[in-house]
């Protein structure tokens, strides 16, 4: 089992940037993929970004390629999602995940409790 724990949510205006971060605990060895979803009010969870854990490469959902940044701390066992330029559309539920395959399946196997990131316009 790995624990999953997000922090750096609440609430900023359009064009702020906020820092979220999930640091990871247990047998984090099972997984070699950890990222991000989201979910706004009355719509479907949908895919953020994803990082290797080994080698660091990333991978963006188009609706914040070239805003968000996803990095890992592979000492602190911590993956970050360094969000700039916010919309108000970016306001959902951000979900700490894990999992062997590619977050970007849309399925994960552990999960955070979650972090509210409010953008207000």
């Known amino acids: 089992q790995v624990q999953l724990v997000e922090s750096g949510g609440g609430p900023v205006q359009a064009g702020d940037s906020l820092r979220l971060s999930c640091v990871a605990s247990g047998r984090t060895s099972s997984y070699y993929f950890m990222g991000w979803f989201r979910q706004a009010p009355g719509k479907e969870r949908e895919f953020v970004a994803d990082?290797?854990?080994?080698?660091?490469?990333?991978n963006y959902a188009d609706s914040v390629k070239g805003r968000f940044t996803i990095s890992r701390d592979k000492a602190k066992n911590t993956v970050y999602l360094q969000m700039n330029s916010l919309k108000p559309e970016d306001t959902a539920v951000y979900y700490c995940?894990?999992?062997?395959?590619?977050?970007?399946?849309?399925?994960?196997?552990?999960w955070g409790q979650g972090t509210q990131v409010t953008v207000a316009s």
């Open positions: 995940a894990a999992d062997r395959f590619r977050l970007s399946t849309g399925q994960a196997q552990a």
């Open positions: 990082i290797t854990w080994s080698s660091g490469i990333t």
